[in-house]
């Protein structure tokens, strides 16, 4: 399969993105002594490094150059620093003082990288932590009609690859940049230092050869990946036949699939194999030309060895810097990609910063007595129609009241709007035209968490999140007390089996913990709101039939739950809404009826027609299968 790194978007590296990208270097502001000491250690280390193979030709200078010093041969009229160069190459230290020198370089070295590594890692990790935290409260605050377009899929991975790919950048990829051009320009300077001739030979062949590698390197990588692509398409054929392998044999295809997926298989193989033409090519082209490149410079090297102008050490040294130059040179390749794909990542993840999210409270809540509500909740004409599909009016002109602590059950065919009116609601989303009040006052005249905090909604799926039972209860009000907590639940006729549990309360739900039933859910549901208190409710009624006993529970924790506050349920099975104060009727968007159910039963409208046809549909559903088996004869 292809992995997950060759998928990441590469985009083109242009100089508008590259300052675009700088914007995020905001985050490493406040750690910006940290960020410079890191730098400052990455020239150090780079620097220290250069030093050992200087003293390592000195080393063996020791060995081979007898009694001559420096001060023999000064450097006629050149300034103190050429002169210090000059008094370098020509100075004679013994074997002992080099290796001494050495171990000082060693230790300075380890120093600088110690703290180049340790502080890049500590500057990269906080910075990113305040990106993730930005990124993910962006995230949440974000309105509805962002999350109803994107995928979750989408954003989760923006939260870990894209931000991972910036933070190796910052703490990784950074690091090896700016060690690579200092050791470039180093090891160039000492190379020109030690023999200028023999510098400008080098320098004529590595460029060319890094240059060939690049360009050869990228179309190996992409031939690789069409391999990946291949490998890729035959894993699916694999996966989809044990998949569908009930399909596969009920219609003995075995030998079809034989064929499918050997016909991938071969096409691996011939792609590979014209692969390792290029890069068998590659291989030798890298090996003759970086060997000889090496051979022809010492040819060169050893002569002028002969001739006097240079020494044994002088030329190790020679060559060691030439091979740190050349490896910064290849290194430079795989930071360029590196660089793209962070490119792409910052491109994401600022059209995430940018994004404006909801004026939410990004603390717990409090309710300031004039924001407090009392439960009233007036639709005045309210149009509506979901963003992303402009074109389909969803809501039209819809009016509804609900007075303190009313009843009021939405009816209605599938996709008539009853979901959307409790979205309005949630104030998820904003009408069109039209107003929703709230105790007769506009959404405008409260802060949006202070409106929220005050009502309830118990979805038709419930979701528990990975936890405790507790914490579930308590969603949203951590500091609630075990006493309310347990309260709730006992209302919510779910203390009797979470006290049934070995740990109660604490027992853990959610994907790693125990799986509760529809029935244990709601109930657990019905408590998080009874200990919520909202003024106004909302209810999805669950489509899914509980058995008699589990829905008698519900229902009763249900009518606890509704006592004294206004409530909305939304029902898809008439008979539970029968006692409701009101019963609207929406149909297309609109109101087409509202009474109690007597008066609606009363005029021949929709209600009455879907009372009856669910009724004929209870009593057909309710019979047995054994009845119906007995009604057929
Ligand atoms: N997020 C959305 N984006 C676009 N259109 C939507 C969205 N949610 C619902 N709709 C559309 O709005 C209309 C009303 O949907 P809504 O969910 O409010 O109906 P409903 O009465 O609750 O139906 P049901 O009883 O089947 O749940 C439908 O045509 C539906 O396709």
């Not at 400008?200 to 050869?209: E, G, H, R, T, Y």
């Not at 690789?224 to 035959?234: F, M, T, W």
């Not at 929709?606 to 054994?626: E, G, H, I, K, W």
Request: glycine share 6%; charged share 20%; aromatic share 10%.
């Amino acid at each position: 399969m292809a992995s997950a790194e060759n998928r990441k978007p590469r985009i083109k590296i242009t100089r508008e993105r590259l300052r675009e990208a700088f914007v995020l270097f905001a985050y490493v502001r406040p750690y910006r002594l940290r960020f410079i000491a890191a730098l400052v250690c990455i020239a150090l280390s780079a620097f220290t490094t250069s030093l050992f193979p200087l003293f390592l030709g000195k080393m063996i200078d020791a060995a081979t150059v007898a009694g001559t010093t420096a001060a023999g041969n000064p450097a006629p009229s050149m300034g103190t620093f050429m002169s210090l160069g000059e008094k370098l190459r020509h100075v004679h230290w013994s074997l002992n003082t080099t290796l001494m020198l050495i171990f000082v370089q060693l230790g300075v070295q380890t120093i600088f990288s110690f703290l180049r590594v340790y502080l890049l890692t500590e500057v990269g990790e906080k910075s990113l932590a305040d990106m993730r935290k930005d990124v993910y409260t962006r995230l949440l605050t974000m309105p509805m009609t962002f999350f109803t377009e994107k995928r979750v899929g989408e954003l989760s991975s923006r939260i870990s690859s894209d931000l991972s790919q910036i933070q190796d950048a910052v703490s990784f990829s950074l690091a090896e940049f700016l060690r690579g051009i200092f050791t470039l320009i180093i090891g160039l300077c000492f190379i020109f230092w030690i023999q200028p001739k023999l510098a400008l030979i080098m320098l004529s062949v590595v460029p060319v050869i890094a240059l060939v590698a690049v360009f050869f390197g990228r179309f190996i990588r992409r031939l690789a990946r069409k391999v990946q692509d291949q490998l890729a398409d035959s894993s699916n054929i694999v996966q989809e036949t044990f998949h569908g392998i009930t399909v596969v044999k009920a219609f003995t295809s075995e030998w079809w699939e034989i064929k499918r997926y050997l016909q991938t298989v071969y096409a691996v193989v011939d792609t590979s194999i014209t692969n390792a033409r290029y890069r068998g090519a590659f291989v030798s082209f890298m090996i003759f030309s970086v060997f000889g490149a090496m051979a022809f410079v010492m040819w060169y090297g050893v002569r002028m060895i002969q001739d006097g102008s240079l020494t044994i050490g002088a030329l190790t040294m020679f060559v060691i810097f030439s091979m740190f130059v050349g490896g910064t040179f290849a290194g430079f390749a795989d930071l360029f990609s590196q660089l793209q794909k962070t490119l792409g990542a910052t491109e994401s993840i600022r059209e995430i910063l940018r994004g404006e999210g909801e004026p939410v409270a990004l603390h717990p809540v409090t309710i300031e007595p004039e924001h407090r509500l009392s439960g009233s909740v007036r639709f005045d004409h309210v149009a509506f129609r979901y963003p992303s599909r402009p074109d389909i009016p969803v809501l039209r002109q819809l009016s509804l009241e609900a007075r303190p602590g009313e009843q009021i059950a939405l009816v209605g065919p599938s996709g008539a709007g009853k979901t959307t009116v409790a979205s309005l609601l949630l104030q998820f989303y904003q009408p069109e035209s039209g107003e929703i009040l709230y105790d007769g006052k506009a959404p405008s005249r409260f802060p949006i968490s202070v409106l929220r905090h005050q009502l309830a909604f118990v979805p038709q799926e419930v979701i528990l999140f990975g936890g405790s039972i507790r914490e579930n209860i308590a969603y949203g009000h951590p500091e609630a007390t075990d006493e309310a907590v347990e309260n709730a639940a006992k209302k919510a006729n779910a203390h009797g089996f979470i006290d049934a549990f070995p740990e109660r309360y604490q027992t853990i739900v959610g994907e790693r913990g125990i799986k509760l039933s529809g029935g244990q859910r709601q109930r657990i549901a019905i408590a998080r709101a009874i200990l919520k208190d909202p003024a106004i409710l909302i209810l999805d009624e669950a489509t899914s039939s509980l058995d008699s006993e589990s829905e008698q529970l519900v229902q009763e924790a249900l009518e606890n739950l509704m006592q004294g506050r206004t409530s909305f349920v939304i029902a898809h099975r008439l008979s539970t809404i029968r006692n409701a104060d009101r019963i609207v009727v929406i149909d297309k968007g609109i109101v087409l009826e509202q009474g109690t159910h007597a008066e609606l039963m009363a005029t021949d409208g929709l209600y009455r027609r879907l009372n009856d046809m669910q009724f004929d549909f209870d009593v057909v559903t309710q019979s047995t299968p054994a009845d119906a088996g007995r009604e057929q004869e």
